[in-house]
């Protein structure tokens, strides 16, 4: 449990860092060769850019805005950008963290989906069910974490019913975990590696 909670405070630190390093990027972009790759991918034409203002968001899907200045038009364009750290010595990266009842509001989860999510996800321990007499000695000894249940462990029609749930709302659910539904929303998704030991980002 003390490696999990080191390596989610070194994960989340690290991408602090990053998002930090593609703020000073972007600002800099005059002088930073990828940061003018990016701003030709978002489709600016270089020649034309006056001033770039990026700043870092918080709570948001969206880690670094920028805002563009573009001489002709006089006109400030913004751009939302979601930055996901990609290391090869990075076990995970989290696309979206909140309490299970925060998706119930987002998506009308049914109270049974609700339920197995939780047990999917620890906020119910498997050893709450034990002591309520939900699931058996037998079954709980043959948990794989005694902290969570699996997908696989649960019954086939349980299993079946939380996967149709997923199926039928797919696009609204990747559509709110990738890009977000507030007026933050991402435009574009930023995938970097940063090099803790060298302090880069590339």
Request: hydrophobic share 35%; net charge positive.
């Amino acid at each position: 449990m003390n490696d999990l909670v080191r390596i989610g405070s070194e994960t989340a630190k690290g991408g602090f860092a990053n998002e930090d390093k593609i703020v000073k990027k972007f600002n800099s972009w005059k002088k930073d060769k990828e940061a003018k790759k990016w701003l030709k991918i978002i489709g600016y034409n270089l020649k034309k850019i006056k001033k770039v203002e990026a700043i870092k968001l918080h709570g948001h899907k969206t880690d670094v805005q920028i805002k563009v200045l573009v001489t002709l038009k006089k006109a400030i364009s913004i751009q939302n950008i979601s930055i996901k750290k990609a290391n090869n010595d990075a076990d995970y990266n989290q696309i979206d963290k909140r309490w299970v009842k925060s998706y119930k509001e987002m998506w009308e989860i049914p109270q049974e989906i609700i339920k197995m999510l939780m047990i999917f996800t620890g906020e119910i321990s498997p050893k709450q069910l034990l002591k309520e007499r939900k699931i058996t000695k037998q079954k709980y000894n043959s948990l794989r974490d005694k902290r969570r249940f699996f997908l696989d462990e649960f019954n086939n029609e349980r299993r079946e019913e939380l996967l149709t749930f997923f199926r039928k709302n797919k696009v609204l659910i990747v559509t709110d975990i990738i890009k977000g539904n507030d007026k933050f929303a991402a435009n574009w998704v930023l995938v970097t590696r940063y090099d803790t030991k060298k302090d880069e980002t590339s």
